[in-house]
């Protein structure tokens, strides 16, 4: 059985850089051919798609987020990663990894831009 | 980018009633690569239906999905009280997948 989780600060710096792992126990991110996403749901509101990484290695976007965000996969081929640089408090949310095209999730860490 | 639009915002309902939330898509959504999740409070969204219209496992056969295209919908049959939670809709097809903006199941 796969799961996800999250991980990384609760707290960052307005114009800082958010950083998010996903840790994947029962399986890698270098098979199945799964893609690897992130998504957020900022509080009170819906969800929106940042972006994912390919089992190649393949990345693919939000237009919208396009310019500040890098996912990434970890060489240990178990946790792929988030960066999404110059924050503000509208980038408060929970943030989510999944699997798939049809999501696997995991359970969601709540991230706060706030000096 | 496949823009994807869900109504009614709000459904209000009682216990024993039946649900139909749509999805409508701005271009037409290859394979019906179509999913829907359900989200209860404080909790990560729940797989229901993939491919518009397969229950996934362990779902209860009075959810359903259908449609295909550009439109479709999610069918709860005879509504039961755990089956109150906000209802996303989401396409895998594009190589950017998109969210609709969610229906809300209230309890009338």
């Known amino acids: 059985q796969v799961l996800l989780q999250e991980s990384g600060p609760g707290l960052v710096k307005p114009s800082e850089t958010l950083s998010l792992t996903c840790t994947v126990s029962g399986g890698s991110v270098s098979s199945g051919n799964y893609y690897w996403s992130w998504i957020r749901q900022p509080p009170g509101k819906g969800l929106e798609w940042i972006g994912y990484i390919s089992y190649s290695g393949f990345t693919s976007y939000n237009p919208s987020l396009k310019s500040r965000v890098t996912i990434s996969v970890d060489t240990s081929k178990t946790q792929f990663s988030l960066n999404l640089t110059s924050v503000t408090a509208a980038d408060t949310a929970v943030y989510y990894c999944?699997?798939?095209?049809?999501?696997?999730w995991g359970q969601g860490t709540l991230v706060t831009v706030s000096s | 980018e496949i823009v994807l639009t869900q109504s009614p915002g709000t459904l209000s309902l009682s216990p024993g009633e039946r649900a139909a939330l749509s999805c409508g898509a701005s271009q037409s959504v290859r394979s019906n690569y179509l999913a829907w999740y359900q989200q209860k409070p404080g909790q990560a969204p729940s797989l229901l239906i993939y491919g518009a219209s397969t229950r996934a496992t362990g779902i209860p056969d009075r959810f359903s999905g259908s449609g295909s295209g550009t439109d479709f919908t999610l069918t709860i049959s005879r509504l039961e009280p755990e089956d109150f939670a906000v209802y996303y809709c989401q396409q895998y097809a594009d190589s950017t997948y998109t969210f609709g903006q969610g229906t809300r199941l209230e309890i009338k």
């Open positions: 999944a699997r798939g095209g049809v999501l696997l």
